[in-house]
């Protein structure tokens, strides 16, 4: 099989012209760098977690899953090596867009908030707390860079890059999808801070989700119980790793292993975030 892309934690092959198989490794970034260390089973997590909410937006808006099922791979990919953290997914036309969408205000929206008052140019409210709830969810999108950061875009950016049609498209359903999973996950005892999705187009020119979904890598979830307006709450994301990293004054770029009491947490954390959102125990 050609494998067409190898991101920072995902390998994608191509199958045929119209199916592609997904990989997720037990990588990990931060700052933009692939870390030494592999999180054990990282990559079964994620792909569980994706999964569950491929199944529970299905009525918001189609995706690209065809199966997680190791039977229905093509034979290459029938191994243990791929068993649990593979999809075999349609391929789409995928969107110049990180989908960005931000229910809370902190991480560099916060710091932008403190600056002018405005988060990727959108006016908020005066007085507002680290961490508060937002009025509504907003749209924030950035572009998809190769290499380095995305930069944030406005919409009327994305307007011009896409059409205003499905630029208001895309809005509608990344505030959509937002909405319903927070919603579920409150009831779970998680609050979704912010998250991005990626979207494409399939062979109608139709709008599908796709890449992964409300994953602890592509999230802000923080722990209902522990939350505090005015703080910055405990995360169930890889900010902990980030923020070990900062107060270690580790090295992100070199290639120093990171203790194991640190993989292990952070492995812990991937955990515990599928177990309360699923309601399952991870086997």
């Known amino acids: 099989m050609k494998k067409i892309s190898s991101g920072k934690v995902r390998e994608i092959y191509e199958v045929d012209d119209d199916k592609l198989l997904l990989v997720v490794s037990d990588r990990i970034s931060a700052f933009d760098y692939i870390l030494p260390n592999l999180i054990p089973d990282k990559g079964k997590i994620l792909n569980k977690i994706s999964k569950f909410w491929f199944d529970y937006i299905k009525d918001v808006i189609p995706n690209h899953v065809i199966s997680t099922d190791l039977k229905d791979f093509p034979k290459e990919f029938q191994t243990t090596e791929f068993e649990g953290r593979s999809m075999l997914v349609k391929k789409l036309k995928m969107i ?37 709830k937002l009025p509504e969810p907003i749209f924030t999108p950035t572009t998809k860079a190769q290499e380095g950061h995305d930069e944030n875009i406005s919409f009327e950016e994305v307007c011009h890059l896409i059409g205003t049609d499905l630029a ?9 999808v937002y909405t319903k999973c927070s919603e579920y996950a409150a009831t779970k005892g998680v609050i979704i801070a912010d998250t991005k999705f990626e979207f494409g187009l399939d062979e109608n020119g139709e709008l599908v989700i ?41 090295n992100p770029e070199g290639d120093t292993p990171i203790p194991e009491d640190v993989i292990m947490t952070t492995r812990q954390r991937y955990i515990e975030a599928y177990e309360m959102l699923t309601g399952k125990k991870y086997e």
């Open 96 to 132: 110049p867009v990180e989908c960005i969408v931000r229910g809370y205000i902190t991480g560099s929206g916060w710091k932008s908030y403190l600056n002018d008052g405005t988060v990727c140019g959108i006016k908020l409210p005066e007085g507002l707390q680290e961490a508060q």
């Open 168 to 176: 208001n498209k895309l809005r509608e359903k990344t505030i959509e």
């Open 210 to 250: 796709g890449d992964e979904v409300l994953t602890p890598d592509s999230s802000r979830f923080w722990v209902a119980k522990d939350y505090q307006v005015g703080t910055n709450p405990k995360s169930f994301d890889k900010q902990y790793l980030r923020d070990w990293i900062k107060s270690s004054g580790y």
